[in-house]
């Protein structure tokens, strides 16, 4: 199987309203709530394309509970979450039917305390032990060590399992220093992590900082790969509108199952850009539109780089 | 025991966030949650006043849970909430440190079933027995009929209990015609009762449509009251600043403590406008701050219109 940490789980909720107006009362007309997190997100992905997933991370509270629920009725995604006392956060996200744009509200979590943390890293190293490849995805909740990521990919390389990082901010700077198999950071990410705002360079500044592969999103641009076999850029044949919320989240599922299956980078970019532009145009936030990868995974345009 | 009923609980929570931007991502800062909808708002102001309050109506699903686990910590309120299927609603109020302004996101809430409706009427029926008084507020969940009010507004007459009906729309319209003993509307409501927007003659116009007693709340202007004992305008002694949230639970909560209490028209309307008052000027919003409320109580100025 592949597993998915997300240690700041969510239950995302979304608001659909005919427009917003800040300062004004609104009635809210549609109620969406889902089990996320951006491991859960991928592991949903994973799932969808076939592969056996398990999530971990922690979840707790009444909003634990419904994520929980909820989560054991997505096909193919095992539940391997550890409870903790605090209440599991929500995410809000108001969609405005008038402009189609999303206002989004993300609380900062439960307060995780260092005998629920030792139970989480016990649990982990015990599911490292079938795993084939692992994601560590998104922020920290509150009283987790700034270094939580680093013990992470430390422990998952120990073992032998290929490990990603997807965080950001000091998380993803500790994380870096011991050494992930990946990193996907976006180009905000990337510039906080490397100082520069020059997307080839910084991309091969992160691989000096510790990542053996960074994989940049560059948004609508594609994915910019730096890896020991080499760089290569990655774009879809054409651009895509859409909602752009979980594209990030498909990249990262398209990279590690294609690296779960021994596939060459070329093939593990056109996966991931292909999920990527199928989610951003699927009709649902955060879910990938099954014809169009199909459609664009034939098309997607790889070229490769200097040698690094 | 003053009894309140609140058809469409809600639980809610508050989002401190540095800066409102619409179509951005905002890290809250800072989450509150609490029982709400204006009845239970009604209820925690009367049972600081010293009452003995109950609360009815529905809640069910994970919110309801967590609206009746925190209502229990809430001193001298007794639950008598009906339990329903569908997930008690949430609303959601942001508020803009750099404005102090809130922007609010009310969900629509659980769909009452026939059997649920019946099912509460029977209880509110039960607990009408040993009221004093009840004040039935706020919006209806879907599913029940639009008639509602006007069904607990007869039920609460016939048992001899003096009734407060507070909501708005065709709610309001219907309920009455079912002619409880007073209605608060605010400037909308009362507008869009009698398609008047003058205070005076749509208060009145208000009386002749069922109720015996219309206050209506003016904002800061205070309170406009056309009763069978003549007509009153009670205002505070100053302009108040402040959040005017929950101002108007206040003032229902004042008027039917005082009404309980065998009070007259002055003194029913004195209470209401210093509660209110102290409720916009307390630095929690909902919460009414004791001290500005006895400071107020001496200095609310009435004034006897022409009688009605």
Redesign the interface.
Known sequence: MILTVTLNTALDVT?H?PR??????????D?RERPGGKGVNVARVLAALGHGVTVTGFAGG??G??LRTSLAEAPGVADALVPCAGNTRRT?A?V?AS?G????????GPAISSVEWTRFQARYQELLGTARAVALCGSLPPGLPVGAYAVLVRAARAAGVPVLLDTGGEALRRGVAARPDLIKPNAVELAELTGSREPLPATLAARRRGAHAVVASLGPAGLLAATPEGTWQAAPPRALSGNPTGAGDSAVAGLLSALAEGLDWPERLTRAVALSAATVQAPAAGEFDPRTYEELRGSVKVTSGQPD
Chains 1, 2 share one sequence.
Request: glycine share 0%; aromatic share 6%; proline share 10%.
């Open positions: 608001y309203v917003l107006l800040p300062h004004a009362s609104h009635r809210v007309r109620v009444p909003h509970e419904v809000v108001v405005d402009t744009d999303t206002t989004q509200f993300n609380e900062p």
